[in-house]
C-alpha cells in the first residue's frame, strides 16, 4: 500500500523518474535490435537478437505492470544513458565491414553494455522497490532483471563459443 506521504517523498519520485528512463529505454532498445539482428554476420547472433527483440516487448509490458502497481502513469522519459549506448552500437555498425566476425564481435560488445546498463538498473529498482514494500513492482523487476542477466550469458557463450575466435582470424 502506498501512502501518501510515501508517493510524495523524494525517494519515492526518484524511484519513479528512473522506472521513465528505463521505459523509454526499453522502447527504444526494441527499434534497434532488429537493426542489430539484421547487421549480424552469424545466425546464432541475428537469432539471439530476434529473442531479446520478443523479450524486450515483455519487458516493456512489465514496466508498464510496475507503474500500474504504483498507481502511476507510464511513461517515458529520454534516457541520456542508453542513447548514448545505442548511438555507439550504431557507429560500431557503420564502422565494420558487412558480413565479418569483426561485426559480430562489436555488436556482442554493444549489445553487452546495454544489458550490463539494463541490469545495473533493474538491480537497483528491485532494491528501492523493495525497500519501500511495492512488492509486486519488486517481483516484476526481478523477473526482468533475471531475463536480461540471462540474455548476457547467451551472448557471452556466443562470443566465447566463436565469434571472437573467428573475429580474430579475419
Not at 521513465?20 to 546464432?44: F, R, V
Request: some cysteine.
Amino acid at each position: 500500500m502506498i501512502t501518501d506521504k510515501m508517493k510524495n517523498s523524494d525517494f519515492h519520485k526518484f524511484f519513479v523518474d528512473e522506472l521513465k528512463d528505463l521505459y523509454w529505454a526499453e522502447n527504444a532498445l526494441l527499434t534497434e535490435l532488429p537493426k542489430m539482428q539484421e547487421a549480424a554476420t552469424s545466425k546464432e547472433l541475428a537469432e539471439s537478437f530476434g529473442t531479446h527483440h520478443e523479450e524486450t516487448k515483455k519487458h516493456i509490458s512489465r514496466l508498464e505492470k510496475v507503474f500500474e502497481s504504483l498507481g502511476e502513469k507510464a511513461e517515458a522519459v529520454k534516457c541520456e544513458a542508453m542513447a548514448g549506448i545505442l548511438k555507439e552500437g550504431k557507429s560500431i555498425i557503420e564502422d565494420t565491414t558487412k558480413d565479418t566476425m569483426t561485426r559480430d564481435a562489436g555488436l556482442v560488445l554493444a549489445a553487452q553494455k546495454v544489458e550490463h546498463y539494463e541490469i545495473a538498473t533493474y538491480g537497483t529498482l528491485k532494491v528501492f522497490a523493495s525497500h519501500m514494500g511495492h512488492k509486486e513492482a519488486e517481483r516484476l523487476l526481478a523477473e526482468t532483471l533475471d531475463n536480461e542477466k540471462a540474455t548476457n550469458a547467451t551472448l557471452t557463450g556466443l562470443a566465447e563459443r566463436f565469434i571472437n575466435k573467428e573475429a580474430v582470424c579475419e
